[in-house]
């Protein structure tokens, strides 16, 4: 008798893992997960709390109110705009709507893994440009793309690099790709990136056909645990997506907290700051001790750790947990050298450095 078994597809998935301490986690500094340190902003907890006795109803399907807080905030239509449980399922759900076996989708080699993940998943065949000192290669991107191409993944800012390409390069990638292929912004840290030459992509996706942006309520809003996503596009997009995605897919409390958390500009403004202050001093500290820091312009640190064959990063991770400190292992976007680490409290920050120091020096 023949056994039952997934899709061919389904074997090539890498299952997530996170970092876990071995117990409950209380007490443990977790700058594994890139979170906002300061939690959720007021108003959105609020909103959170008054919507405790309507969980027994369904969800608005519309998702009108929170689409309409988005759209304000940002002067979008909103029309153009659709929601879901995190930026991680619009990934889904984008590649679901739009690629299958036999198509191709291209993505840069060190970016999100939630990509690769998303494609295989649906029997599409993944295309992986290289990049070029850990930041995207537009040229290369380009070069790869073919009649199969179906749909472009672009992190920017990327994660766990922490770099970012300007506008002006996106522009040249859109103007590189073939017409067919749609050309997905995923700017989960738009957020942090306060560049002038840089954009999250608004105005391409509205002087084009084929370019969806992606965002989030998981980095600075402090929505993580909620799961809220949302994007921005064509209208034949947007209704493709709500064509594939569930009616309930973004929960009460998660449209009620997220549409709060727009509102909530002193909150933003304070994950600034803070990110602004400790986001140098942690790079700057982990460089006095031997640990090489690239440049990053959202609320975490891709760290080289010095080459040591008696050292690799697993005896430094596991150091780091005996000492009750997680970080990320970013070997499975080929930087098995690198950890990343969230920006902080001060004393998460400071003691994740203490801790380094006892290892590494």
């Known amino acids: 008798m023949e056994l039952l078994s997934p899709r061919p597809c389904i074997g090539q998935i890498k299952s997530y893992r996170p970092a876990r301490p071995p117990q409950d986690g209380a007490g443990w500094i977790d700058l594994s997960l890139t979170v906002n340190p300061l939690g959720a902003g007021q108003k959105a907890l609020n909103a959170y709390r008054q919507v405790a006795m309507q969980i027994h109803r369904y969800p608005d399907w519309a998702q009108d109110n929170l689409r309409h807080a988005v759209a304000g905030r940002y002067e979008l239509d909103a029309d153009h705009i659709t929601c879901s449980a995190g930026s991680d399922e619009m990934i889904h759900l984008v590649t679901q709507a739009f690629a299958g076996p036999g198509d191709e ?4 080699e060190h970016g999100y893994r939630g990509f690769l993940k998303a494609i295989r998943a649906t029997g599409a065949t993944p295309v992986v440009a290289a990049e070029r000192d850990l930041t995207v290669d537009v040229e290369a991107m380009i070069d790869r793309a073919n009649e199969r191409t179906k749909i472009c993944f672009l992190a920017n800012p990327n994660n766990p690099t922490g770099t970012y390409i300007p506008i002006d390069c996106v522009q040249r990638l859109r103007a590189g790709l073939p017409s067919h292929t ?3 912004l995923d700017a989960a840290y738009a957020e942090y990136c306060r560049r002038n030459n840089y954009s999250d992509g608004t105005e391409l996706v509205e002087n084009s056909d084929n370019v ?23 209208k034949t997009v947007i209704d493709a997506i709500n064509q594939v995605r569930g009616p309930f897919n973004v929960s009460i409390a998660a449209q009620a907290a997220a549409a709060a958390a727009l509102i909530d500009t002193d909150h933003e403004e304070a994950t600034h700051a803070h990110n602004s202050a400790w986001l140098p001093w942690l790079g700057h500290e982990l460089e006095q001790i031997g640990v090489r820091v690239y440049p990053s312009v959202c609320n975490f640190i891709l760290a080289r750790i010095p080459t040591d064959p008696a050292l690799g990063v697993q ?20 930087l098995t050298d690198c950890l990343r680490i969230t920006v902080g409290r001060e004393d998460e920050n400071r003691a994740l450095v203490a801790a380094l120091a006892e290892i590494l020096n």
């Open 105 to 108: 989708v291209l993505c840069h």
């Open 182 to 184: 749609l050309l997905v």
């Open 212 to 234: 969806l942006m992606v965002r989030t309520f998981s980095k600075l809003h402090g929505l993580a645990g909620l799961r809220v996503g949302w994007a921005y596009g064509p």
């Open 315 to 334: 005896a430094v991770m596991d150091h780091l947990a005996r000492r009750g400190v997680l970080v990320k292992c970013t070997q499975d976007y080929g």
